[in-house]
């Protein structure tokens, strides 16, 4: 049983980075078969079809994603301090990633506008990483960090959009200054939702 799920595991470890590059409709069992040195119908015992490799590529990034930005993340003290961990980590999944990029936006001009369970799976990992970014907004209201009248789900729109644009600006346009443009974007953000000088004291 242990050899088939290491089998397994680097089947859709190879999946994963397959589809980072070309696309998860792109992903085949024959591309993958050839990238495994695999018999097609070796790959297809599995998964059992299309759908199900799919799935299993988008469960995989959920935990390379846990990994590499929430689970770093939980080691920082709750509010602002949390919340910059989370943005400064989500730039570097999007920027150095192993992964091109993040998975979930890249997917997303995919199954945008398709309903069905690739798109459910889809959704469940971006609402799962805004809300963690939700939470710390509450936590940092609650702290007396952010003013009062802060709308968390507008600021975390707000963070978000920045991080789109910053995978688009280092994957599409090949931009050198990307992140510092999104870290300087982030501070005023932040900024503007800030009591007097709160903002500067919190590391």
């Not at 989500?90 to 945008?112: L, P, T």
């Not at 644009?165 to 443009?181: F, G, P, V």
Request: charged share 20%; with cysteine.
């Amino acid at each position: 049983m242990g050899k088939v799920n290491f089998a397994h595991d680097a089947i859709v470890h190879q999946a994963l980075h397959i589809a980072s590059h070309s696309g998860l409709e792109a992903l085949s069992m024959g591309s993958l078969a050839e990238a495994m040195k695999m018999s097609k119908s070796g790959v297809f015992s599995h998964f059992g079809s299309q759908l199900n490799l799919q799935l299993a590529v988008l469960k995989k990034y959920h935990c390379e994603f846990d990994k590499q930005v929430f689970q770093p993340s939980m080691f920082v003290r709750p509010g602002l301090s949390r919340l910059r961990s989370l943005f400064s980590y989500s730039v570097q999944a999007v920027v150095f990633g192993k992964f091109a990029g993040c998975f979930y936006i890249s997917c997303a001009a995919e199954y945008d506008n398709g309903p069905g369970p690739i798109r459910n799976e889809l959704v469940n990992g971006v609402l799962r990483w805004r809300r963690a970014m939700e939470l710390c907004v509450w936590q940092a209201i609650d702290l007396d960090q952010l003013q009062a009248d802060t709308d968390p789900e507008q600021l975390v729109f707000d963070i978000y959009a920045l991080i789109l644009a910053l995978q688009h600006d280092t994957c599409l346009l090949e931009k050198t200054n990307s992140i510092t443009r999104a870290k300087e974007a982030f501070e005023r953000i932040l900024e503007q939702h800030c009591p007097e000088k709160v903002c500067t004291s919190v590391p």
